[in-house]
């Protein structure tokens, strides 16, 4: 069943739609900028800069990049992993062991993703990581998440719940994607911050 959204309230598919034409319209300087900028930023939370393991992703196209936040995590002593879709959607994990690790992996019609091509530890290796780092579209001032309607995501929220784990759960965007409201589902679980290239705004206070 699709949300039904409030009046003057757009729906996820419009709202999608709306924020990727403008991400399409990034150059590469304003990638390569924001990137930098997300990596400081993200530091600054005690969550991510404390954490043993970050569980994370590999930006790909024009989302915000992550591999400098990767990279300095890992040099940090931080284990990194990545996740692996599997045939259904959901995701498996590996180590991050460095940008040269990265196989570009094409999934039917869907833009290729980079993913780590190590040993696979499970779908259930999330449940491990002091933080997760989500992508999305937009956030909205509740910290409810605007993904990309995969469900990939989905899963992995209801894993780490049924598991009885709770990291910070951190989403990456740009300044202009923290919307004033976004439509959510009854499964739909807000994030505890979200980091923009120009700051970290919480909607959870730090444990």
Known sequence: MRPIARPGEPDKRSLRREILAVRNRLTPDDLRETSAALAGRALELPELAQAGTVAAYVSVGSEPGTLALLDTLRARGVRVLLPTLLPDNDLDWGVYEGEGSLARVQHGGRMALFEPAGERLGPDAVTAAGAVLLPGLAVDARGMRLGR???????????LERAGAHPALVVLLYDSEVVGRVPAEPHDRPVDAVVTPSGVRRFRPAS
């Open 149 to 159: 309607g995969g469900g990939s995501y989905d899963r992995v929220l209801a894993r």
